[in-house]
C-alpha cells in the first residue's frame, strides 16, 4: 500500500524566512513524488516533480529514498507562498498504480509580512 | 481548450435524492480521474478511466456510485441515495498515460447534502 504523510498541518513563517514543508511517504518500489499548491479559491494545481529536477517559484524539493522523504524547501519565503500545500506518490512505470495519485493530508502556509 | 472542466460547480440536494456531476478532461488526455476532499484532508482516490475503460475502484466507491466515461471523452459520476456523509468536493483531473507529468485538476464540484 502506498502512504504520504505530511506532518504538519499548519506552518507558519515570516517572509524572508527559509520554509520547509515535510513530506514522508511508504511505498515499497520506486515512486514518483510531487508537489500540488491550491492557491486561495483557485483550483488544485501542480508545482513541481521530482523527476524533472526543476525549481518552480524559487522551491526545490529532494527524494531522499534512504529517509522515504520529498521535503519541500525554499529559502525566502514570500506572502504570495501562502497556501495549501499537497505532496503526492505515483506508483513506478509498468506498475498498477502508475499515474494514479495519492495524497497526503496537506500543509497550510502561511508567510506574514 | 480551457482545461478540465466540472459541472455543477455546487449542489446542494436533500437526502435521498440522487446527482450527477460532469468532468470534461483535455480533449488529448487519455486518462481521467475522479477524486473527493473532504474538510482538512487530501483528495482521496475513487476512480480512474483509461480511455473508456474504467480501471481501477476504490473500496470508497460504495454500490451507490457509480461513474462512466461511454465514448473516452467526458465522464460522469452519479450518487444514487446520496446520505449526508457524500457532501465534499468531488474533484476530476486528466493526464495523458503515456508519462507522468501530473494530473490537471478541475475547479471541483461541491455536494451538500442537507
Known amino acids: 500500500a502506498q502512504r504520504v504523510t505530511q506532518p504538519e498541518k499548519l506552518l507558519s513563517v515570516f517572509k524572508g524566512a527559509p520554509v520547509e514543508l515535510k513530506c514522508n511517504y511508504s511505498?515499497?518500489?520506486?515512486?514518483?513524488l510531487f508537489w500540488y499548491v491550491q492557491y486561495s479559491r483557485q483550483r488544485l494545481q501542480l508545482l513541481l516533480r521530482?523527476?524533472s529536477r526543476e525549481s518552480i517559484k524559487g522551491f526545490t524539493a529532494d527524494l531522499n529514498k534512504g529517509e522515504t522523504s520529498f521535503h519541500l524547501k525554499k529559502p525566502f519565503a514570500q506572502e504570495e507562498d501562502s497556501a495549501m500545500y499537497y505532496c503526492?506518490?505515483?506508483?513506478?512505470?509498468?506498475?498498477?498504480?502508475?499515474?494514479?495519485?495519492?495524497f497526503g493530508q496537506g500543509t497550510i502556509l502561511t508567510v506574514h509580512p | 481548450d480551457t482545461g478540465v472542466s466540472q459541472d455543477p460547480r455546487h449542489k446542494i440536494t436533500k437526502r435521498g435524492q440522487n446527482v450527477t456531476f460532469r468532468c470534461d478532461p483535455i480533449s488529448e488526455h487519455n486518462r481521467l480521474y475522479w477524486y473527493r476532499q473532504t474538510l482538512g484532508q487530501g483528495p482521496e482516490f475513487l476512480t480512474y478511466f483509461q480511455n473508456e475503460a474504467q480501471l481501477e475502484k476504490s473500496r470508497l466507491l460504495s454500490d451507490r456510485f457509480s461513474a462512466e466515461r461511454p465514448k473516452g471523452s467526458f465522464s460522469t459520476l452519479e450518487i444514487q441515495r446520496t446520505e449526508q456523509g457524500d457532501s465534499a468536493m468531488y474533484l476530476c483531473?486528466?493526464?495523458?498515460?503515456?508519462?507522468?507529468?501530473?494530473?490537471?485538476f478541475g475547479s471541483g464540484t461541491r455536494l451538500t447534502v442537507v
Open positions: 521530482h523527476i
Open positions: 483531473a486528466s493526464s495523458p498515460w503515456t508519462s507522468n507529468y501530473g494530473y490537471t
Open positions: 511505498y515499497s518500489g520506486s515512486p514518483e
Open positions: 503526492a506518490l505515483s506508483g513506478d512505470a509498468g506498475g498498477t498504480s502508475y499515474g494514479k495519485l495519492t
